[in-house]
């Protein structure tokens, strides 16, 4: 390869693939400026004054003068409007990221030793490639089967530890036609540097007929009905069950009351707990007899239950603030 094509090949930053990623170079950029100016400008002192003083130069070297207040007020203020720019800068993209869109595409996300599983609602599966569609704000909701690993799309400038046991949640809104880097950004073993992938941005209509393409697969909250029948949770959660529990109708989005007092939000979180850890949060009025079904449900599974219970959910908006 030449070397002006080894150049060309070169890029400061990843491509700017989605709305957010302007900002958060901006950011970087800011920062760069910053830090260079400080450490070019400490480095040039260093050196006059290395020069002005060396051995046997004719230099002043009696004590300086008392200090100065305008010169201290203003090296402390300057500075101070600078960091605290920065700050703000920064805790207005980071309030921004943190705060869940409404009418997003959900996406799910499995991180597994070692390769990424994706889901879309309609039911359709990847693995290590995500279609999405374009100036469509996507969410994705990630969790691990095993060990943490990271979903990193550096052109959409999003980074998320996906934990085993834990749900965390990133979105983005694709601006670019085209595909994009999917890395593992956490050192998860053996082969964590093969657990790479692609995002494929596409116009809407191409995601429509690329939704439409490989076998007719049933919806993810589909696959969760059946199993609610399978595993047989419907056996008690039904209005004809002879054991006392309470309709999954409606939950989603609700506060549930606690036998222990504490009031909480029915969100993912919970979801999945009362699933595997019946024991810990029992809802007021209820007998504990719910059995865990740890071992016996997958990720994929635990996703599909889920979404089918928030598909027979709420009447009212999502809960999008956490319970911390
Ligand atoms: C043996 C009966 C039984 C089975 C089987 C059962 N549950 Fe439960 N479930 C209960 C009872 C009783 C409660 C209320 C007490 C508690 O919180 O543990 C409950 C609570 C819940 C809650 C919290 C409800 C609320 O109003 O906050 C969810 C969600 C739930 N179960 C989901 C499931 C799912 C999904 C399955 C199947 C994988 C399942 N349950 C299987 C008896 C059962
Ligand atoms: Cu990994």
């Not at 998320?160 to 595909?179: A, I, M």
């Not at 979180?269 to 865990?292: A, H, N, Q």
Request: hydrophobic share 45%; glycine share 6%; aromatic share 10%.
């Amino acid at each position: 390869m030449s070397w002006a094509l080894l150049i060309a090949q070169i890029q400061f930053l990843p491509d700017q693939a989605s709305k957010m990623a302007g900002r958060v170079d901006l950011l970087f950029i800011y920062l760069i400026a910053i830090t260079g100016t400080v450490t070019l400008a400490v480095a040039g002192v260093t050196l006059f004054f290395l020069a002005k003083y060396r051995r046997n130069a004719a230099a002043d070297r009696s004590p300086p003068a008392s200090s100065s207040l305008p010169v201290e007020i203003t090296w402390s203020v300057i500075p101070l409007v600078i960091f605290i720019a920065l700050f703000g800068f920064g805790a207005k993209i980071y309030f921004r990221e943190s705060v869940d869109p409404r009418d997003a595409l959900e996406v799910h996300v499995i991180g597994k030793q070692w390769m990424w599983k994706l889901e879309h609602l309609q039911g359709k599966r990847e693995i290590n490639e995500l279609h999405v569609p374009l100036d469509q704000t996507v969410k994705l909701v990630m969790t691990s089967q095993d060990v943490i690993h990271s979903f990193f799309l550096p052109s959409f400038r999003i980074k998320e530890d996906v934990l085993p046991g834990r749900y965390t949640t990133q979105w983005f809104t694709p601006q670019k036609v085209g595909t994009f880097p999917i890395f593992c950004a956490q050192y998860c073993g053996t082969n964590h540097a093969l657990m790479i992938g692609q995002v494929v941005v596409l116009d809407a209509a191409d995601f429509a007929a690329w939704l439409r393409t490989g076998r007719e697969t049933a919806s993810v909250a589909q696959r969760g009905e059946q199993l609610f029948h399978s595993l047989g949770c419907s056996g008690c959660h039904s209005p004809q069950a002879a054991v006392r529990a309470p309709l999954l109708e409606g939950l989603y989005g609700s506060r549930v009351p606690l036998t222990d007092g504490r009031i909480v939000n029915a969100d993912m979180r919970y979801i999945r707990d009362c699933i595997l850890l019946p024991k810990t949060e029992i809802v007021s009025g209820f007998d504990p007899v719910m059995p865990s079904f740890q071992d016996r449900v997958s990720e994929d599974e635990l996703f599909a239950l889920i979404t089918y219970i928030k598909s027979i959910g709420s009447p009212q908006p999502e809960v999008t603030v956490p319970d911390r």
